[in-house]
């Protein structure tokens, strides 16, 4: 069982910057992919950023230049700092993760993989 959690949300005015967190837990054997997804009221889920276990990003197109996605491998952690926020970032954002949990042969050989969600944690930009 792996688990996300998200951290870091809340209420900044146009212009400022919020950074978010997520931390993986539980049985992980390894995490290839996190990345930052978000959903704002009567729109689909979009891609915000991604990272590799290598350090490759990708971004969203509305996101690039003012966001940046960063990766702690060694803490199954990703951080998104997002800066010069607009009212249109206003989302709930979701970190997503996807990886191989542990088998009952421990470190040895990896068990089911996985490909889960967070919570999601609410952004707010307005004056």
């Known amino acids: 069982q792996v688990q996300l959690e998200e951290s870091g949300g809340g209420l900044v005015q146009p212009g400022g910057s919020l950074r978010l967190s997520c931390a993986a837990s539980?049985?992980?054997?390894?995490?290839?992919?996190m990345g930052w997804y978000r959903q704002a009221p009567g729109k689909e889920r979009e891609l915000v950023a991604r990272?590799?276990?290598?350090?490759?990003?990708y971004y969203g197109d509305s996101v690039k230049g003012l966001f940046t996605i960063s990766r702690l491998n060694a803490e199954n952690t990703v951080y998104l700092q997002m800066n010069t926020l607009k009212p249109g970032d206003a989302a709930v954002y979701y970190c997503?993760?996807?990886?191989?949990?542990?088998?009952?042969?421990?470190?040895?050989?990896?068990?089911?993989?996985?490909?889960?969600w967070g919570q999601g944690t609410l952004v707010t930009v307005s004056e």
């Open positions: 997503k993760a996807h990886g191989y949990a542990c088998s009952t042969y421990g470190w040895r050989a990896p068990g089911p993989h996985f490909e889960n």
């Open positions: 539980g049985s992980i054997f390894r995490i290839n992919g």
């Open positions: 990272v590799d276990s290598g350090g490759g990003s």
